[in-house]
């Protein structure tokens, strides 16, 4: 097994930027920490606090600097291009946040530069990387459930986190930014199967009356090639202080020969605290009873980070230092991904199914 030091460079000191730059600090394989972001002042504190040795303004002053071998982009999704194909124009392995991007513009731009400069790109859908699904993934791996027939998965958040995002971008809806985890999912559960047509509807209301775009409620049914129907759902709408502290959710897999039930709501872990509960994606917010095990991301415990993204993080500097499998969201299934969720919300605009593989 190869053995190979590596320097990563973080680009964007947000939560999840300050997450993977903190643990990726930590590797034992990392030698070489850089990190940016657009505030300067947030990127020194990051560097502070990861032990990075170099930190900027400027993202290409980072991705360029020669002790770097590899580059997270962290960045919000709208500005993921320019730093992605900088990485790759210089050989570099790259991971980035999902979605590819928020458009598919944006995402066949990557996809471009993936192409023409052989580029080494893969996509944190953290999903993959929470024990449980892995769990399912090996369960259909030996085929315990025989051929999917159908199958559905939702996820229910509270408006909290909800508006949060919103702030961010507009344009990050709970569709295009969230229920993309769960099209990840059952696309990877079916793989060799892909999604060919979508249906659905939404509910507006609270997010409208917000000055936002965004739906309520969306509900959805994706048609594989072979006919298989999966039912996708997702709510960020839930009251404020609902106790979740991030995804609460449940996804069913129905096979010829077997099914497969997770129930990944948490609420078989509940906290409740006169002094407040904080909520790690909303750091203003706190709820006094929580859902323990419902921060999507994963938690700090006894000074280190456990978790789906840990999990990811972790796999993904092994395998670029000792060629380690990993199983991150490959280009091509992210744009996928990317492609699936626009036709959803386009079936919520026209009341119409939408073909995959026609825009």
Same mark, same amino acid.
């Given at each position: 097994?190869?053995?190979?030091?590596?320097?990563?460079?973080?680009?964007?000191?947000?939560?999840? *930027?300050?997450?993977?730059?903190?643990?990726?600090?930590?590797?034992?394989?990392?030698?070489?920490?850089?990190? $940016?972001?657009?505030?300067?002042?947030?990127?020194?504190?990051?560097?502070?606090?990861?032990?990075?040795? @170099?930190?900027?303004?400027?993202?290409?002053? #980072?991705?360029?600097?020669?002790?770097?071998?590899?580059?997270?982009? $962290?960045?919000?999704? $709208?500005?993921? @291009?320019?730093?992605?194909?900088?990485?790759?124009?210089?050989?570099?392995?790259?991971?980035?946040?999902?979605?590819?991007?928020?458009?598919?513009?944006?995402?066949?731009?990557?996809?471009?530069?993936?192409?023409?400069?052989?580029?080494?790109?893969?996509?944190?859908?953290?999903?993959?990387?929470?024990?449980?699904?892995?769990?399912?993934?090996?369960?259909?791996?030996?085929?315990?459930?025989?051929?999917?027939?159908?199958?559905?998965?939702?996820?229910?958040?509270?408006?909290?986190?909800?508006?949060?995002?919103?702030?961010?971008?507009?344009?990050?809806?709970?569709?295009? %930014? #969230?229920?993309?985890?769960?099209? %990840?999912?059952?696309?990877?559960?079916?793989?060799?199967?892909?999604?060919?047509? @979508? @249906?659905?509807?939404?509910?507006?209301?609270? =997010?409208?009356?917000?000055?936002? *775009?965004?739906? %309520?409620?969306?509900?959805?049914?994706?048609?594989?090639?072979?006919?298989?129907?999966?039912?996708?759902?997702?709510?960020?709408?839930?009251?404020?202080?609902?106790?979740?502290?991030?995804?609460?959710?449940?996804?069913?897999?129905?096979?010829?020969?077997?099914?497969?039930?997770?129930?990944?709501?948490?609420?078989?872990? #509940?906290? =409740?605290?006169?002094?407040?509960?904080?909520?790690?994606?909303?750091? %203003?917010?706190?709820?006094?009873?929580? =859902?323990?095990? $419902?921060?999507?991301? *994963?938690?700090?415990?006894? *000074?280190?980070?456990?978790?789906?993204?840990?999990?990811?993080?972790?796999?993904?500097?092994?395998?670029?230092?000792?060629?380690?499998?990993?199983?991150?969201?490959?280009?091509?299934?992210?744009?996928?991904?990317?492609?699936?969720?626009?036709?959803?919300?386009?079936?919520?605009?026209?009341?119409?199914?939408?073909?995959?593989?026609?825009?």
């Amino acid at each position: 097994m190869q053995r190979r030091h590596l320097g990563i460079a973080v680009i964007g000191a947000g939560r999840i *930027g300050t997450l993977r730059a903190r643990i990726a600090g930590k590797h034992p394989a990392v030698e070489f920490l850089a990190v $940016s972001d657009r505030d300067p002042a947030r990127a020194e504190a990051l560097a502070a606090t990861a032990n990075a040795q @170099v930190h900027s303004a400027d993202n290409d002053n #980072v991705i360029m600097h020669p002790s770097v071998t590899a580059v997270i982009v $962290s960045t919000p999704e $709208s500005e993921h @291009v320019a730093p992605i194909i900088t990485a790759l124009e210089r050989g570099l392995p790259v991971l980035v946040e999902k979605p590819l991007g928020l458009s598919l513009q944006d995402g066949d731009r990557i996809m471009a530069a993936v192409a023409a400069n052989k580029g080494n790109l893969r996509v944190g859908y953290s999903r993959r990387y929470k024990d449980c699904f892995l769990r399912t993934k090996e369960q259909l791996v030996h085929g315990r459930l025989g051929r999917l027939i159908g199958g559905t998965a939702r996820v229910y958040n509270s408006r909290a986190q909800a508006f949060a995002i919103l702030k961010r971008d507009p344009h990050a809806t709970p569709v295009v %930014d #969230v229920l993309t985890y769960y099209v %990840d999912l059952m696309c990877w559960f079916m793989e060799g199967n892909p999604p060919v047509e @979508v @249906v659905a509807r939404g509910q507006t209301g609270i =997010f409208r009356e917000a000055g936002y *775009g965004a739906h %309520d409620v969306t509900w959805a049914i994706m048609t594989m090639a072979d006919g298989a129907v999966v039912n996708l759902g997702v709510s960020y709408a839930l009251p404020a202080r609902y106790p979740t502290l991030g995804q609460m959710d449940r996804v069913e897999l129905l096979g010829a020969e077997g099914t497969m039930i997770v129930d990944d709501d948490h609420m078989d872990h #509940v906290l =409740f605290s006169e002094r407040g509960v904080p909520h790690a994606y909303v750091p %203003d917010h706190k709820v006094e009873m929580a =859902f323990l095990g $419902s921060n999507t991301a *994963g938690d700090w415990a006894l *000074g280190d980070f456990w978790g789906p993204l840990g999990n990811e993080t972790r796999a993904w500097l092994d395998h670029l230092a000792t060629g380690a499998p990993c199983y991150h969201t490959t280009p091509a299934e992210a744009r996928l991904n990317l492609e699936v969720t626009h036709a959803i919300e386009q079936a919520v605009a026209t009341g119409q199914a939408v073909r995959i593989g026609t825009q």
